[in-house]
């Protein structure tokens, strides 16, 4: 019997397995990430939301408002936005409005984007943020709002941050400020704007509990004055012509 013969053979089986094994594991995270992912790769609710539509204006995206302080650029072939802070302590932002699906009780909004020189204002949160808000049939906001989604001044390359909600009772629209918010200097790049809905289990684990509901609820109904949001040029204002700053 030659044993050193079985003994490389046993060995050369022995690595043909670790291998087999090794690339098992490789095709299994291959194939297993996309469904990992698969609310945020879902079709955007927001129209254009990857900014490369121009059907109406060639030079323009379709569905996205002009405002100073903003352009539409290309990198590598791809259209996005950009923000670019004018003077200090002015609130720039990119506004969209969307209607809420019927049906749809959850939300993820995912935002793409770098930043690049931004220098915060005279106040920490006066920064580089997007801000959400959930309106009625009336233009009037329905608590709660999403949380913020705070933009890291040091993201020189494209970077996503995504942020879940529950949609309210009432909600008919979401309003999404991609902004530089009263910040001293700096720039925004926005690549996409996307919000896809949520299953019905992961929207029910985002809702509120019945008591905060109720206390949220108390609160909106005891409010002594109730004012309509609209937008006025880069920012936004109650109907009675003082600014919202949020």
Sequence with gaps: MNLTR????????WLNLHHAALWLIFFLAIT???ALRASSNSPSLLSNSDFQLATIDPAWPDDWAKAPGISWETDNGK?????????????????????????????????????????????????????FH????????????????????TASS???????????????????????????AGTLDLAEVRVTALSPSEA???APSAAVQK?????????????????????????????VWL
């Design 32 to 34: 297993s990430g996309p």
């Design 134 to 153: 959930f309106l009625d049939t009336t233009h009037k906001n329905v608590p709660p709002d999403p949380n913020v989604i705070i933009f890291s001044p």
């Design 79 to 131: 259209h996005f936005l950009r923000l670019v802070a004018q003077k200090p302590n002015e609130h720039l932002m990119a506004y969209r409005e969307m209607t809420v699906p019927s049906g749809v009780k959850g939300l993820e909004i995912t935002i793409r984007y770098r930043t690049a020189g931004i220098v915060t204002g005279t106040q920490q949160w006066f920064d580089a943020r997007a801000i």
């Design 6 to 13: 079985m003994t490389k053979s046993s060995t050369v089986s």
């Design 158 to 184: 494209w970077t996503e941050a995504s942020v879940r909600c529950a949609v309210p009772a009432g909600a008919d629209k979401l309003a999404l400020m991609p902004s530089l918010f009263m910040v001293t």
């Design 204 to 206: 029910a684990a985002l």
């Design 215 to 243: 206390k949220t609820d108390q609160r909106t109904a005891g409010a002594s004055e109730t004012l309509k949001i609209k937008v006025s040029g880069s920012t936004l204002a109650k109907t009675n012509g003082t600014e």
